[in-house]
Antibody, heavy 122, light 108 residues
């Protein structure tokens, strides 16, 4: 069974940093793109970025470039999303996902993590 | 950036009715479109990719159509579990992925 298990909810103060994780199992983690998606409270889905764990090739949304860092440790089948200088506007659920169906993986996503709620408040 | 516009924002329907959701791309995306369903408190679920290919296990009442810039998701007979949010996503401009703002299907 394909699973993506994300780290737990975080509460941070403005200006702090955090790194959330996404551990994959039940499939070949290294050769399938992992995507990070943000969902602000009551809002839609926003693409943050992608990583290919085998070589850590990373693609960022222009909206998030320079604001976040995506990384992966293929030895433990885990991807990470790091955010620094957090602001209240970073409050959101962050999902990781991967795409295993279709001819070209990494374009759309059929397996999702449970989401990590990040709350930034003073 | 390719902008995806979904309409309507909210659709009020009765169980058993046929529902059509619209998604329009700001430029040509061929058939590089996916649809997702998201229920409250849950992660999105892939429904359709390639504009019309149902994800494994998806009931046949869901169908997708369209190409170029205009796409539709049709639910032939709405079931209680289908009341949800639906998003479209283009991947024609990969890796620059974009989602639509979503359509909420609610009980009339």
């Amino acid at each position: 069974e394909v699973q993506l298990v994300q780290s737990g909810a975080e509460v941070k103060q403005p200006g702090e940093s955090l790194k959330i994780s996404c551990k994959g199992s039940g499939y070949t983690f290294t050769t399938n793109w992992i995507v990070w998606v943000r969902q602000m409270p009551g809002k839609g889905l926003e693409w943050v970025g992608l990583i290919y764990p085998a070589d850590s090739d990373t693609k960022y949304s222009p909206s998030f470039q320079g604001q976040v860092t995506i990384s992966a440790d293929k030895s433990i089948n885990t991807a990470y999303l790091q955010m620094t200088r957090l602001q209240a506007s970073d409050t959101a659920i962050y999902y990781c996902a991967t795409g295993l169906v279709g001819a070209t993986p990494g374009q759309f996503f059929d397996s999702w993590g449970q989401g990590t709620l990040v709350t930034v408040a003073s | 950036e390719i902008v995806m516009t979904q309409s309507p924002a909210t659709l009020s329907v009765s169980p058993g009715e046929r529902v059509t959701l619209s998604c329009r791309a700001s430029q040509y995306i061929s058939s590089h479109l996916a649809w997702y369903q998201q229920k409250p408190g849950q992660a999105p679920k892939l429904l359709i990719y390639g504009a019309s290919i149902r994800a494994p296990g998806l009931p046949a009442r869901f169908s997708g159509s369209g190409s170029g810039t205009d796409f539709t998701l049709t639910i032939s007979s709405l079931q209680s579990e289908d009341f949800s949010l639906y998003y479209c996503q283009q991947y024609h401009n990969w890796p620059l992925l974009t989602f639509g703002a979503g359509t909420k299907v609610e009980i009339k």
